[in-house]
């Protein structure tokens, strides 16, 4: 028999442990809402935005242990990446980076990378009008993504 | 690190007197009752020997007992064999909402073959009110399923009332009875049941194996076709060893319950009352004293069941929740639904079921260990923010 049974990868297990970039961002540029109580996990994901690029993530969760690992994680992989770069994030880029989840927990990175996009739509959406002053440029590659909201 | 076992009613341990009862019947006396040697013989009389002591427990006659591969097949035995039994008569079923999943998913599975179920509601401790099965009644019921003891937060329903009810309407009436077995006095007279699950690793016996009792004219079909074992009833090779070990559980169970029944009940009041002051926003589910002597069940708000328990057996202490984070369903427990739970709380149940081998002092380690995760998830949980 192994000495130790889980049911999660040791990374997971690492992350749900010490969950990184836990807790909430003041003013923050971006807030991504996901999940509902039905299922148990509801993430929240704060973002700060400068220069077009992600300088801080911070978030908040209800939910079980997969989605503790999947918020922490994906707030590591967004800090200090270009606006583009970080809607680039899948899924399965937070699940690989976890060492992988146990099929019935990939929602959870399904839910990680919901809450991402949305954290950033927000962003976009409440950016859209400040094009021209340059701190906060929308890139060109999500345009079309935002124009419907503005 | 030492592990505390808290989930005595997912499983429990086998006895080591009863694994002593066993051992024999896999090597030396292994033979197949059906045949007509001394092997045989032997292994047909630790059967019967067995019979007699789980018969003994729940005060029914030998004959009445069928051994089965456990309580989940003696739940689809009972609704099946007699719901197929009665079609005829009628194809109207009444259950409760809370049922163990064995008795749910066997009634909807009979749903899809013409059946009619009635789900009774429950209160917000989990009863059942007796008055609502008999409105439920119509001239088609064939069968009413009600379980004695809910797994999942240790309510106790009320068995006798509902038997007395089901026997002036004629109507057979089953229970899974597989949480209180062993555990409480269960008296299939006293209940007035026709039929009663049981299983065996509930009792410090061993997995695999079961019971179903069944009242003497009680009309049911066969469960299993291709053999004459179990007086026709259930056709297969006797796992005899099984049934040895489940007869030295219940002979143990006979002796011990009573005394034990009453220190578990000091503990897990003790757990209960330390954790609901110890943790704010927490709650009890399921009725505070008609409740199994082992079961404590709580809510902690803001939280999520998994969570919690990995937490818990990152200290080593084993327990189980109603969240279904783990299922692939996502829905939180029906019980805790049927209790007029909302979802988030369903999700932030804990159950801890104690035994044979809990001591005060794990519990002291729970209530110190708890509170101190549900600190760290909070801190985490966008629910509380939100509430306050």
């Known amino acids: 028999m192994r000495d130790v049974w889980s049911l999660y990868s040791e990374k997971v297990m690492e992350h749900f442990k010490n969950p990184r970039n836990v807790g909430e961002i003041e003013n923050p540029d971006g807030i991504g809402h996901v999940g509902n109580p039905v299922c148990g996990d509801i993430m929240e994901l704060y973002i700060k935005v400068n220069n077009n690029t992600i300088v801080d993530a911070k978030f908040k969760t209800f939910g079980c242990g997969a989605a503790i690992a999947t918020s922490s994680m994906v707030t590591e992989m967004v800090k200090g990446k270009p606006i583009g770069e970080a809607l680039e994030i899948s899924n399965r880029a937070v699940a690989e980076a976890l060492g992988g989840l146990p099929p019935i927990k990939m929602h959870c990175s399904v839910l990680a990378e919901e809450a991402l996009k949305s954290a950033i739509e927000d962003y976009l959406a409440k950016n859209c009008g400040k094009e021209n002053n340059g701190a906060n440029e929308m890139p060109a590659e999500v345009g079309s993504n935002t124009k419907r909201r503005c | ?388």
């Not at chain 2, 018969?55 to 009972?78: P, R, W």
């Not at chain 2, 004695?148 to 068995?159: L, S, Y």
């Not at chain 2, 062993?182 to 061993?206: C, F, Q």
């Not at chain 2, 101190?372 to 909070?378: E, G």
């Open chain 2, 1 to 388: 690190m030492r592990r505390i076992y808290l989930d005595y009613t997912a499983t429990t341990p086998t006895h080591p007197e009863v694994v002593k009862a066993m051992l024999p019947y896999f090597t030396d006396a292994f033979g197949n009752a059906s045949t007509i040697y001394s092997y045989g013989q032997e292994a047909k009389g630790a059967i019967e020997e067995a019979r007699d002591k789980v018969a003994d427990l729940i005060g029914a006659q030998s004959e009445e007992i069928v051994f089965t591969s456990g309580g989940t097949e003696a739940d689809n035995f009972a609704l099946e064999g007699v719901a197929f039994a009665k079609e005829s008569k009628g194809n109207h079923i009444i259950t409760s909402s809370v049922e163990h999943h064995a008795v749910i998913e066997t009634c909807k599975f009979l749903e899809r073959r013409g059946f009619r179920v009635t789900y009774l509601p429950v209160d917000e401790y989990g009863l059942v009110a007796p008055d609502d099965v008999k409105r439920a009644i119509t001239d088609k019921t064939i069968l009413i399923s009600v379980m004695q003891a809910n797994n999942e937060v240790g309510t106790m329903e009320p068995i006798a009332e509902i038997g007395k009810i089901a026997k002036e309407a004629g109507i057979y009436f089953h229970t899974d009875a597989v949480q209180t077995v062993g555990h409480i006095p269960v008296d299939v007279n006293e209940l007035r049941v026709d039929l009663l699950s049981m299983s065996a690793h509930k009792l410090y016996g061993p997995k695999g194996v079961g019971a179903l009792y069944i009242r003497k004219g009680t009309k049911l079909i066969p469960f299993m076709h291709g053999g004459e074992q179990e007086r026709r009833r259930r056709a297969s090779t006797e796992n005899v060893p099984g049934i040895v070990g489940f007869g030295k559980a219940t002979e143990l169970a006979q002796h011990e319950m009573a005394e034990e029944a009453e220190r578990l009940v000091y503990l897990r009041d003790q757990l209960t009352e330390g954790l609901l002051e110890r943790i704010d926003y927490t709650r009890l589910n399921g009725h505070p004293i008609k409740r199994l002597p082992n079961n404590a069940n709580i809510s902690v708000d803001f939280v999520e069941g998994e969570s919690m328990l990995l937490n818990l057996d990152l200290e080593g202490i084993c327990a189980s929740t109603g969240s279904a984070c783990s299922s692939s369903s996502l829905e939180p427990s029906h019980v805790l639904r049927a209790l007029g739970l909302s979802p988030e709380q369903a999700h932030g149940s804990l159950r801890f079921s104690l035994g044979k081998w809990t001591t005060e002092e794990e519990i002291g380690r729970v209530l110190e260990v708890l509170p101190k995760i549900v600190v760290k998830l909070r801190a985490m949980s966008p629910l509380l923010k939100s509430h306050r």
